[in-house]
Structures are given as C-alpha cells and as structure tokens.
C-alpha cells in the first residue's frame, strides 16, 4: 500500500476488518471469470455505505490514488488495469441490501454491490419480477451490470435512479426523487426534472462514478409460462419471424423470441441427426392461461407460414419449459452449469442491427468456422458451439456464436481462447458491430471506433467529472490500439 497512514485512514472509514493489503486476498482480486484476468491492486477496501464510499473517494481523490471498481468480477473482458501495483480496489460486494420493494411505485431499491440472484428472490418473494435475462445472475453484481452491460437485454430501460459517488466524493442521484426535486421523496422517472443523468452513468464501465444505490422498476411476477419451439431452414425467414415479432410486440419482457443455431441445438439433441439450420423459441411469460394462449398461437401461426415446423422432440422440450415456470430455482446457474460442462469458453458475442443482419451474420459464421478448424490443427478439439441471438428492441439483435473447447492443462489454451476473442471482436467491429459490453478490452476497442466529435465529449464528461483520472484510469481513454490515435 502506498503509506502506513493511508491504510490506517482506509481503516478508520471502513473498520479494520473491510481493508487489506494482505498479499493472497490482493493475488485473488488478479483472477475473475474471463479468460482476460483481474486488476493488480496494492490494496483491496470494502465499503459498506455510500458515506464511506464517499469519503474513500474525496481521500483518493487527494492523494492522485487510482481506485478500482469491481463488483461481482463477471466481465467477459476483464477487469480495468488502473496503474497496476497501486490500485485501490473497491470490492462494491458488502453492499449487498435491499432497502425498499415499493408495491405502490412497483420499485425496488437496492445497494449497487447485491448480486442480481439475491435482488431477484427478494422481488420474487414479495410477488413481484425484476427483469434480469441472460447473465450469470449468481455472480453480477447490480452495480457492475448497470456499468458494464448496459444496452444489453433490458434492465437498463428499467433503472430509474441511480445514487453515484463521483470522483471528488460528491454524492449525487438522479431519477426524479429527492437528488432532482428536493420536495419530492419518491424515485419515479429518471428522465423529469433536467437531463436523463441515469442514462450518462449507464453503461459508463465506472469511469465517470461508483453507483451504491439505484432504483429499478418491477412488475407483478408472471407466474405462467408458455413455450413454443419451431424449426427453420434458412436465416431469412427466421428473420420474417423476428420482424412480425417486433412489430407487434414490445419484446422484453415476458416475450422473448429466442434462436438458436444448430451447433447449439446438437448439444441439446446429442446425436440426432436431424436438426434443422434454427430453431426458434417463443418463451411467453404471463398471468393468465387466456393471455398466453393467443401469444403462442400468434407465433404458431406465423411460424408455418413462414415454413417452421416441429416434431415431438421439440414439442417435449417446450412442455419442459413450461413445467419448470412457478419454481424457485436460478436460472442463471442452470445456464452455467451447461457451459461449465462444455470446456474452455471463447465467447464470441456480438450486437447489430437487425437490418442487413443476414449478411453480417453470415460473414461472422464463416469467420469462426474457419478459425475452428485451424484451432484444431493446432490441437485445440472443439467440443460444442453455441449460436444464440434475439431482438432486444425493435430495431436490435444481440446473441453470441461462442465455442468451447475441450479443457487441457496447457496454458496455451487460455490465451488462444482470449486471442481468438479479441479477434473475433476487431473484425465484428469492422463490419458494424458494437458490443453491449462496456468494460476491459472491449471499452477499449469501442472507443477506437468512435468519431472525432463522440471522443471530445467523453473526454469532456470524464476530465469534468474526474480531473485527476482515478476512477478506473485507462479504461476507454486508452486508445493505444486506434491507428488513427
Ligand atoms: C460466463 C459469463 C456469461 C455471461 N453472459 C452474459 C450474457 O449472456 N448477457 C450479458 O449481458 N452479460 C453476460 N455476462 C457479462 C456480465 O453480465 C457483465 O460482465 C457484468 O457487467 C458483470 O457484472 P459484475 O458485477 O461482475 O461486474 P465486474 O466484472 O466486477 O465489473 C464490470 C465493470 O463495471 C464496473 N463496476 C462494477 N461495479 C460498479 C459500481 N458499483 N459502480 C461503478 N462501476 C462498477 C467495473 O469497474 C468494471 O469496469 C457474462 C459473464 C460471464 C462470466
């Protein structure tokens, strides 16, 4: 650590159980889940209030100590460098309360640092429904999805407000309650009162802030699900399908129209041999048997026109689906749980629009079909591949063509993993993709595609807001990668 009054200042803010500089506990923040790595900090302090938050911060902020977030350490892309060796890490994790279900407001609101299985059940368990699709819900933090994932699927139109802590210790929230309107106690809609600050802080990867606190719109739980599941043989008319969907539809929530590739499809149907280019999976969710019955006869429909067809495997398989609605389990682990299963994982993720999508997807596809076959002269067998996109919005497709490979004890294979997204992710890049994660080497990569005019005004916002450059330092603004620089 920097100085033996620092710690000893850090310990009277936190208490001197929630900071250390203890070599093993700062080894294991150089770890998380990707295959990019961790941040190498020379102190780890983990706060329990905004206040504290607030005071580590105007401390740092004093002494030009670069500071660290890391919430649940779930980024696919790693975590930000900062100065490595002097960081301060701030593990957001023992803020991990719920401090109101609001059943009038139908709001929930939380601590930054709760990981979004816990805020679910608590929802769930007063009847209501945070939406919260497709992330490892057992380890992401509210705070780091707010920050390193939003624009993905949904909860980032959901938040209202958010309480951040800037750079100097300044506390600041937005959303229309008592930070905007000082008359008013209720956070209610983020975009009253002045300009949709909640949206400047969303998706900012923690450059610009430490969120302790937001409040997320909830909705009564759906108790009911429906499933339809059709097969297709060509992208066109899965993408026929996707445009009446949207166009009648909001998608999310309770609607997703989910497809999936045959090489995701295979690792469900092992030795099948019949299974068709995509399948497209209608998951409605809802609260009356009346409601959801027109939803899936709506999509049986235009599914046949549009050539899908089925068969009793994946008639088996949606009745599945819809037995498991109404338990208390997390689906977040169960989808781990099968990709844990399938080896060493690339993830090849990408975000497009949904016009002119069938021609990227299928530049995308031939570009990793010929990058498996060279991992395999290289020795690396290919065990499963996932292809996976859906509509996030009318105009938006995200998904994923990831590959898993056969785990080895060679260290090779964790950096051919990693080389493999990188590239995947500079050549998405080239035709057009801009990925929904704000966060490691892909804030750094979407940085080098922006113009002129975009760079100015975040660098504008950040040197504003943080002038001394300790919140995650070199995250977006290293532009080493950028020819044009
Ligand atoms: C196996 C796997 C599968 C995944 N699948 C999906 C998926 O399908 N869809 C999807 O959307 N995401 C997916 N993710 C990604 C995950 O949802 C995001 O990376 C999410 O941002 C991680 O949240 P976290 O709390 O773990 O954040 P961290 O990894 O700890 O941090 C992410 C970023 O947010 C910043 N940050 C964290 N907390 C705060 C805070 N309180 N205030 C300010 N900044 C903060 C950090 O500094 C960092 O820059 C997947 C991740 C893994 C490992």
Same mark, same amino acid.
């Given at each position: 650590?920097?100085?033996?009054?620092?710690?000893?200042?850090?310990?009277?803010?936190?208490?001197?159980?929630?900071?250390?500089?203890?070599?093993?506990?700062?080894?294991?923040?150089?770890?998380?889940?990707?295959?990019?790595?961790?941040?190498?900090?020379?102190?780890?302090?983990?706060?329990?209030?905004?206040?504290?938050?607030? !005071?580590?911060?105007?401390?740092?902020?004093?002494? =030009?100590?670069?500071?660290?977030?890391?919430?649940?350490?779930?980024?696919?892309?790693?975590?930000?460098?900062?100065?490595?060796?002097?960081?301060?890490?701030?593990? $957001? @994790?023992?803020? *991990?309360?719920?401090?109101?279900?609001?059943?009038? #407001?139908?709001?929930?609101?939380?601590?930054?640092?709760?990981?979004?299985?816990?805020?679910?059940?608590?929802?769930?368990?007063?009847?209501?429904?945070?939406? &919260?699709?497709?992330?490892?819900?057992?380890?992401?933090?509210?705070?780091?999805?707010?920050?390193?994932?939003?624009?993905?699927?949904?909860?980032?139109?959901?938040?209202?407000?958010?309480?951040?802590?800037?750079?100097?210790?300044?506390?600041? &929230? &937005?959303?229309?309650?008592?930070?905007?309107?000082?008359?008013?106690?209720?956070?209610? *809609?983020? @975009? %009253?009162?002045?300009?949709?600050?909640?949206?400047? /802080?969303?998706?900012?990867?923690?450059?610009?802030?430490?969120?302790?606190?937001? @409040?997320?719109?909830?909705?009564?739980?759906?108790? %009911?699900?429906?499933?339809?599941?059709?097969?297709?043989?060509? %992208?066109?008319?899965?993408?026929?399908?996707?445009?009446?969907?949207?166009?009648?539809?909001?998608?999310?929530? /309770?609607?997703?129209?989910?497809?999936?590739?045959?090489?995701?499809?295979?690792?469900?149907?092992?030795?099948?041999?019949?299974?068709?280019?995509?399948?497209?999976?209608?998951?409605?969710?809802?609260?009356? #048997?009346?409601?959801?019955?027109?939803?899936?006869?709506?999509?049986?429909?235009?599914?046949?026109?549009?050539?899908?067809?089925?068969?009793?495997?994946?008639?088996?398989?949606?009745? +599945?689906?819809?037995?498991?609605?109404?338990?208390?389990?997390?689906?977040?682990?169960?989808? $781990?749980?099968?990709?844990?299963?399938?080896?060493?994982?690339?993830?090849?993720?990408?975000? !497009?629009?949904?016009?002119?999508?069938?021609?990227?997807?299928?530049?995308?596809?031939?570009?990793?079909?010929?990058? =498996?076959? +060279?991992?395999?002269?290289?020795?690396?067998?290919?065990?499963?591949?996932?292809?996976? /996109?859906?509509?996030?919005?009318?105009?938006?497709?995200?998904?994923? $063509?990831?590959?898993?490979?056969?785990?080895?004890?060679?260290?090779?294979?964790?950096?051919?993993?990693?080389?493999?997204?990188?590239?995947?992710?500079?050549?998405?890049?080239?035709?057009?993709?801009?990925?929904?994660?704000?966060?490691?080497?892909?804030?750094?990569?979407?940085?080098?595609?922006?113009?002129?005019?975009?760079?100015?005004?975040?660098?504008?916002?950040? @040197?504003?807001?943080?002038?001394?450059?300790?919140?995650?330092?070199? %995250?977006?603004?290293?532009?080493?990668?950028?020819?044009?620089?």
């Amino acid at each position: 650590m920097h100085s033996k009054k620092l710690l000893e200042l850090l310990q009277e803010i936190v208490g001197k159980e929630f900071v250390t500089t203890d070599r093993f506990a700062t080894f294991a923040y150089l770890k998380d889940a990707s295959n990019f790595g961790g941040t190498h900090a020379a102190g780890v302090v983990r706060p329990g209030s905004t206040e504290e938050v607030a !005071l580590i911060l105007s401390l740092a902020n004093r002494q =030009r100590i670069p500071v660290v977030i890391r919430g649940g350490g779930a980024s696919i892309y790693g975590q930000p460098e900062g100065v490595p060796g002097h960081n301060l890490l701030l593990d $957001m @994790t023992r803020m *991990n309360n719920v401090k109101e279900i609001n059943p009038r #407001s139908m709001t929930v609101t939380a601590q930054a640092g709760i990981i979004m299985s816990k805020l679910e059940l608590a929802c769930r368990r007063e009847g209501f429904y945070i939406f &919260t699709p497709f992330v490892p819900n057992h380890i992401v933090s509210l705070g780091g999805w707010m920050s390193g994932v939003a624009g993905s699927a949904g909860l980032w139109k959901d938040i209202i407000s958010m309480t951040v802590v800037l750079a100097d210790g300044t506390v600041v &929230t &937005t959303g229309g309650g008592p930070g905007t309107n000082r008359h008013q106690p209720l956070a209610y *809609n983020r @975009t %009253l009162g002045g300009p949709d600050f909640t949206g400047l /802080f969303t998706g900012d990867g923690g450059s610009f802030g430490i969120k302790t606190e937001s @409040t997320v719109r909830i909705r009564k739980y759906p108790p %009911l699900v429906r499933a339809g599941i059709m097969e297709f043989a060509t %992208l066109e008319n899965v993408l026929a399908m996707m445009e009446r969907h949207v166009q009648r539809d909001t998608s999310f929530p /309770f609607d997703a129209l989910l497809v999936f590739g045959a090489g995701a499809m295979e690792n469900f149907a092992v030795g099948t041999e019949d299974v068709k280019a995509f399948t497209v999976q209608r998951m409605a969710m809802g609260y009356s #048997s009346d409601e959801l019955d027109c939803r899936l006869a709506a999509f049986h429909a235009d599914a046949q026109e549009l050539g899908g067809t089925s068969n009793p495997a994946l008639e088996a398989m949606a009745a +599945a689906m819809e037995a498991s609605a109404g338990t208390e389990g997390d689906p977040g682990m169960d989808w $781990m749980a099968l990709f844990n299963g399938f080896g060493r994982a690339a993830w090849l993720p990408f975000t !497009l629009p949904r016009e002119g999508f069938a021609d990227v997807y299928h530049q995308l596809l031939a570009w990793r079909e010929e990058r =498996r076959r +060279a991992a395999d002269e290289r020795g690396y067998r290919c065990n499963a591949t996932w292809e996976f /996109f859906t509509v996030i919005d009318q105009s938006t497709i995200i998904g994923e $063509m990831d590959v898993f490979f056969e785990e080895t004890h060679e260290p090779g294979l964790q950096a051919y993993a990693r080389d493999l997204m990188r590239d995947f992710q500079e050549y998405a890049h080239r035709l057009g993709s801009i990925d929904v994660y704000n966060q490691g080497f892909m804030a750094d990569l979407n940085a080098t595609c922006w113009s002129a005019g975009f760079k100015a005004l975040f660098q504008t916002v950040k @040197t504003s807001l943080d002038p001394n450059n300790i919140l995650n330092p070199g %995250l977006w603004t290293d532009l080493r990668k950028d020819p044009e620089g």
